[in-house]
């Protein structure tokens, strides 16, 4: 029995090694172009325009949009500390409180953002003269995503702390990668495989977590 249960742990721990190494992909996709050729690194400053430039007033709706999208694009940044915390799985390091707050609020983030960008559509689409900017399978995707977050971090309410918080990050950087691929799918660039990839990788380690399966030094 020692022996089965020693061969199982050998098991989860090579998964887990495994999942850490192509989970590196989400580090390398903040840099990498995902539509327009602009990376979730590019997009930033791109999308804190209304916010900075000074030189011309922007509307009161596209400085709130301008947060908006700012967060909802945050979760692409999530990937470097996911690939902390499955380190810290691998090597015994025990997941610190500051890591744990990043993750929760990632998911945050993300959760607001996408109701606020609901929120600027209707608004947008009610607007005399903007009746065409809502996307209309964005606007049924949108809901569907914010639900299964809510869904997930729920679920994870039920699970220790480290892994609860490890639940948030990952659902959030899949439902970012989500809402940006649908958002954006007529203009993608093939680079966008990348962040693609991570979130199968992402599931597969979303899966484990919310099965229970290795739990342990977190």
């Known amino acids: 029995m020692g022996s089965m249960a020693g061969k199982q742990r050998n098991a989860d721990m090579a998964i887990e090694w495994v999942i850490l190494v192509l989970g590196l ?3 390398a996709a903040i840099f990498v172009p995902f539509a327009y050729k602009t990376s979730p690194w590019g997009a930033v400053p791109f999308f804190l325009n209304p916010l900075v430039d000074r030189s011309e007033p922007y509307p009161v709706d596209s400085r709130i949009a301008s947060v908006v999208t700012t967060s909802l694009v945050l979760g692409f940044f999530i990937a470097p500390v996911i690939t902390l915390v ?3 799985r ?3 390091r025990k997941v610190s409180a500051v890591e744990r707050a990043i993750m929760v609020l990632a998911l945050i983030l993300l959760v607001t953002g996408g109701a606020g ?3 600027c559509m209707v608004f ?3 607007s005399e003269g903007n009746s065409g900017a809502t996307d209309v399978l964005l606007s049924i995707i949108a809901p569907l995503i914010l639900i299964a977050l809510v869904i997930t971090a729920r679920h994870a309410s039920l699970r220790r702390k480290g892994v609860r918080a490890e639940i948030c990050a990952l659902s959030t950087y899949i439902g970012t990668v989500m809402f940006f691929t649908v958002g ?3 203009d993608l660039d093939m680079t966008a495989a990348v962040a693609g990839f991570t979130c ?6 979303l899966w484990r977590r919310i099965r229970g399966g290795s739990e342990c030094r977190l």
């Open 86 to 88: 499955q380190l810290s």
């Open 184 to 186: 954006l799918r007529s």
């Open 117 to 119: 960008w609901l929120g």
């Open 200 to 205: 199968v990788v992402y599931a597969v380690s």
């Open 90 to 92: 691998c090597v015994a």
């Open 25 to 27: 992909t989400g580090v």
């Open 124 to 126: 947008w689409t009610a």
